[in-house]
T-cell receptor, first 118, second 116 residues
């Protein structure tokens, strides 16, 4: 079945550095990918919609200069957390919808990336 | 194997009818989340349940987590076309490997269509 991968699965960085997280659709093309953030024991919160070939759409309250999204190809979207601070520590998950014939649409989730900023 | 089973996979109801979607796990759930997704859009958070027997409501949508914390049901009363979409349950499931002790896992979703 369709698979979405994320890299890295976990990362620890120093405050002030930038971290790039990759999201790949492995056997299907995704013109759209979604980035979510999950705080401990809380729900996923949609951060932004990544669109191939155009600018990402950010949800209200998400700093676009802080969380840079680049959807360079039909199988790859990247999220860069710039000048990371401890409050950016979180679990970041991407997902990609895969449209099947007959109009069905299934969302495939990556395994997530746990970011810890020291 | 699928750790979270959702049923039914799809559902077509007449406007005004009630419906229920179930989410079942063989393991204890430490946090159960319900989301809704409209075609081409990201997930929208509906509710989170943590305690056995807990029940929450949001407008005409009610979700409950059973006492054993292994099954949750989402109930929609007097459905409307605006309720149409894909409903996903997600849960924090305890694992022994990976980046942390808990991993967010999703069901496959239930596609709901509401006929006017």
């Amino acid at each position: 079945g369709a698979v979405v991968s994320q890299h890295p699965s976990w990362v620890i960085c120093k405050s002030g550095t930038s971290v790039k997280i990759e999201c790949r659709s492995l056997d299907f093309q995704a013109t759209t990918m979604f980035w979510y953030r999950q705080f401990p024991k809380q729900s996923l919160m949609l951060m932004a919609t990544s669109n191939e070939g155009s600018k990402a759409t950010y949800e209200q309250g998400v700093e676009k200069d802080k969380f840079l999204i680049n959807h360079a190809s039909l199988t790859l979207s990247t999220l860069t957390v710039t000048s990371a601070h401890p409050e950016d520590s979180s679990f970041y998950i991407c997902s990609a919808p895969h449209s099947f014939p007959r109009g069905t649409d299934t969302q495939y989730f990556g395994p997530g990336t746990r970011l810890t900023v020291l | 194997s699928q750790e979270l089973e959702q049923s039914p996979q799809s559902l077509i109801v007449q406007e005004g009818k009630n419906l229920t979607i179930n989410c079942t796990s063989s393991k204890t759930l430490y946090g159960l989340y319900w989301y809704k997704q409209k075609y081409g859009e990201g997930l929208i958070f509906l509710m989170m349940l943590q305690k056995g027997g807990e029940e929450k409501s949001h407008e005409k949508i009610t979700a409950k987590l059973d006492e054993k914390k292994q099954q949750s049901s989402l109930h929609i009363t007097a459905s409307q076309p605006s309720h149409a979409g894909i409903y996903l349950c997600g849960a924090d499931m305890f694992i022994h490997s990976g980046a942390g002790s808990y991993q967010l896992t999703f069901g496959k979703g239930t596609k709901l269509s509401v006929i006017p």
